[in-house]
């Protein structure tokens, strides 16, 4: 496996928000936003449900249009969502190969699956998958359109404490190889100081507080102030 | 309509489907399943044999009711002289053409409206009037269109046709996972595409839905046709009969269209297997 070249990775953006505002009709659920995201980095987004996270999240997936300010970004994002969504009616390998050109797609598709150690499985049904196993699919089927920048939605929330872990460690990985620019939208202070180069903290729209992990050092600490910025006082989390 | 009632005679039972399943059930009895089905034929069969002992003992008069086995013997008869399988072919060409014609019908508009809130503005409203007619009520003025011929025939089967597939393939269309199909545009699906991988797979349980409603209300809307004015076909040979009092003829293509219903929703029904084996509901056991 090798790394793609320094400077091939770390001097373009992969997404880069300038301004944004989003709203439903006349409630602005997200305003002024600026955010940049470099290739290689794992940015977190932390906030209560209703803070306009998963907003952000759609609205630079394309899914939702914007009311002002830009979006850059080059090609197009891949996202994996809290579901799996896979189509029931497809075998995995087709699954994984939605969107691709048919030229190779089923070699494409094995080499993702493998990644994500269902190498084995082609052939077979989603509904013949534990929780943890389709979303490893959804984040192959992300992984194979070989996007700059990967959008994750709470993939993980669905799942039991033990495959959230494993989860982690597989995520992790992948993301080092492939080096995409990655989004995590979650609300779990936990998953992001482990997953995250930086930390951003979203309240009403805005984003409120930011942390680079890699400089706290202290993790607890950096723990405890977050769930602060959350509105959790510590000795109510413990 | 009375042709949907069709479709639950030919229900396969439970046990049936469970057959490789041997523990018992909730309400178990000591017999297994295999006996259980032996003992759902013992009123059908036992039913026969009294129906052909009074027949032979003259108690039920062979111009009411003649016995099994003499309508039995018909049919041998009938088919060694060729006029049953012709009437037969005749009767099913007729059934197929005008599947085709209205299953094509009502899955183009059905596909269309599914997808287009204008077309359901311009063509659903007409489409619901015109399906509020008791189909067979048009007899009459189908008559007076077409004649009593071929023509006539078709068009009935059709218009029985395209209704049920009509309202199943926008409903299948309409009710396809919008987070699938929010999936195929972050895949960066195109539209053919999101049409032929996400919304036709989506909607088919639907669609086959309509498929075996359409075939039970093609072979109704037959049999009517078929009654009037025909000079060849499973009706014609049952009307052709009842001018001589051939009652076991009659009862023969009787027999004969209950066959035919019941092959006809078995197909459908492996259709389903065999299109659905993804879906939990449908498929095999894996």
Do not use: H
């Given at each position: 496996m090798t790394r793609p070249h320094p400077d091939q990775t770390d001097t373009g953006d992969a997404v880069t928000v300038t301004d944004l505002r989003r709203a439903y009709g006349t409630r602005t659920v997200i305003d002024a936003l600026t955010l940049r995201i470099a290739r290689g980095e794992f940015v977190a987004l932390l906030g209560e449900s209703g803070c306009g996270k998963t907003t952000l999240l759609r609205a630079l997936a394309g899914l939702d249009p914007i009311q002002g300010g830009r979006i850059d970004a080059p090609g197009r994002p891949a996202v994996v969502f809290q579901e799996h969504r896979l189509l029931p009616w497809d075998t995995l390998w087709r699954n994984v190969a939605?969107?691709?050109?048919?030229?190779?797609a089923r070699e494409r598709a094995a080499a993702a699956l493998a990644e994500v150690g269902l190498g084995d499985r082609l052939d077979d049904w989603p509904r013949n998958l534990s929780g943890g196993q389709a979303q490893r699919v959804a984040l192959a089927r992300a992984l194979v359109q070989e996007p700059e920048l990967l959008l994750l939605d709470?993939?993980?929330?669905?799942?039991?404490a033990l495959t959230r872990i494993r989860m982690h460690g597989l995520v992790k990985e992948l993301v080092a190889r492939h080096r995409p620019g990655v989004l995590l939208v979650t609300h779990d202070v936990d998953e992001a100081i482990a997953l995250a180069d930086r930390i951003l903290v979203m309240r009403s729209g805005v984003i409120a507080a930011e942390h680079h992990t890699d400089q706290a050092g202290d993790a607890p600490g950096l723990r405890r102030l977050l769930l602060a910025e959350l509105g959790v006082r510590a000795g109510l989390a413990a | 309509m009375s042709a949907i009632e069709h479709t639950s005679i030919t229900a396969t039972p439970l046990h049936q489907r469970q057959r490789s399943n041997d523990r018992r059930g909730?309400?178990?009895?000591?017999?297994g399943p295999r006996g259980l089905i032996a003992i759902s034929w013992i009123a059908p069969v036992l039913l026969v044999l009294v129906w052909e002992a009074l027949a032979r003992n003259g108690w039920l008069s062979p111009q009411i009711l003649p016995a099994p086995s003499k309508v039995l013997a018909t049919a041998v008869k009938l088919t060694l002289a060729g006029s049953l399988p012709h009437d037969l072919g005749v009767s099913l060409l007729r059934a197929a053409v005008g599947f085709t014609l209205g299953g094509g019908v009502g899955f183009a508009l059905g596909t269309l409206v599914g997808f287009s809130r204008l077309a359901e503005a311009a063509i659903d409203r007409s489409v619901q009037m015109i399906r509020a007619?008791?189909?067979?009520?048009l007899l009459p003025l189908v008559i007076v269109w077409f004649?009593?011929?071929e023509g006539q025939k078709i068009f009935l089967v059709s218009l029985g046709v395209a209704f049920p597939i009509y309202i199943n393939t926008t409903l299948g269309i309409r009710q396809v996972d919008p987070k699938l199909l929010e999936l195929g545009r972050v895949q960066g699906l195109s539209t053919a595409l999101l049409i032929r991988r996400v919304i036709l797979p989506g909607a088919l349980p639907s669609i086959l839905t309509g498929v075996r409603y359409a075939l039970a209300t093609a072979w109704l809307a037959l049999v009517v046709a078929e009654t009037i004015g025909a000079q060849a076909g499973l009706g014609f040979l049952a009307m052709d009969a009842r001018e001589f009092l051939r009652t076991d003829v009659i009862v023969l293509t009787i027999v004969i269209y209950a066959l035919i219903g019941v092959g006809a929703d078995s197909l459908a029904r492996a259709l389903e297997r065999r299109l659905l084996a993804w879906h939990p509901n449908y498929g095999a056991a894996r």
């Open positions: 939605l969107g691709l050109p048919p030229q190779g709470e993939p993980f929330a669905a799942l039991d | 909730p309400g178990g009895t000591a017999v007619i008791p189909f067979l009520a004649g009593v011929g």
